[in-house]
């Protein structure tokens, strides 16, 4: 059986961290969408279908001010990939059909500093703010056992100062894209609208210092 999360409560955060730093990256929305477990094939059982994030980067100075926050969305679809390769049952998109799809995204241009450094196919549109790849990898799942996978990302550049820029011009163009390049993990209306009313609803709570200033 599929588990579908999105999770509308925000727990009040604190800073500074006890480690240390100057910033971390919170989630103001969060969808997760379990994969369904094969039969032949368990180690998949945890493995996400999809993940959609609203996120905001919490940061403070020296005297422990919050600095003003910014911005930023992703979505990545996961897709499982056999151990074996006559194994016909895993329905997943191939490189090639990313690049296809991609290579004909309108403002959108292959960066091939990076593509030909990693070997991963990555495509920018700087004009709307995002950037979108194809990569395989391989995690540990139940038992421990083996997971090879592979993921398509929609995943906003830079952050912006303002959630309603995130929300209202990056959000709506980036399912768009990630919906015609994953071939059948797909963002509908309902779950983005329902995403976006919590990112602003969490966006009014402040995270708490917790040392004196």
Not at 14 to 33: A, D, F, Q, R
Not at 147 to 161: F, K, M, P
């Amino acid at each position: 059986m599929k588990r579908i999360t999105l999770l509308p409560k925000y727990h009040r955060s604190t800073y500074p961290g006890y480690k240390g730093g100057s910033g971390y990256v919170e989630n103001l929305s969060h969808y997760i969408k379990d994969g369904r477990p094969l039969r032949d094939d368990p180690d998949v059982l945890i493995a996400e279908d999809l993940v959609f994030d609203i996120e905001r980067l919490v940061s403070w100075d020296t005297d422990y001010n919050l600095k003003p926050f910014t911005y930023s969305m992703m979505i990545n679809g996961y897709y499982p990939l056999s151990f074996w390769p006559w194994h016909r049952k895993n329905n997943h998109p191939t490189k090639e059909e990313f690049i296809e799809i991609a290579s004909q995204l309108p403002d959108f241009a292959i960066d091939e500093e990076f593509s030909n450094r990693t070997e991963i196919p990555q495509y920018r549109n700087s004009d709307n703010n995002i950037f979108t790849n194809y990569r395989t990898f391989t995690s540990k799942g139940v038992l421990k056992r083996r997971r090879d996978q592979i993921c398509i990302g929609v995943i906003q550049n830079d952050r912006t100062s303002d959630l309603y820029t995130v929300t209202n011009e990056i959000v709506p163009y980036a399912v768009e894209i990630f919906n015609r390049l994953s071939p059948t993990r797909k963002l509908n209306q309902d779950i983005v609208e329902r995403s976006i009313k919590f990112a602003h609803e969490n966006d009014k709570i402040l995270p708490e210092c917790r040392v004196k200033k």
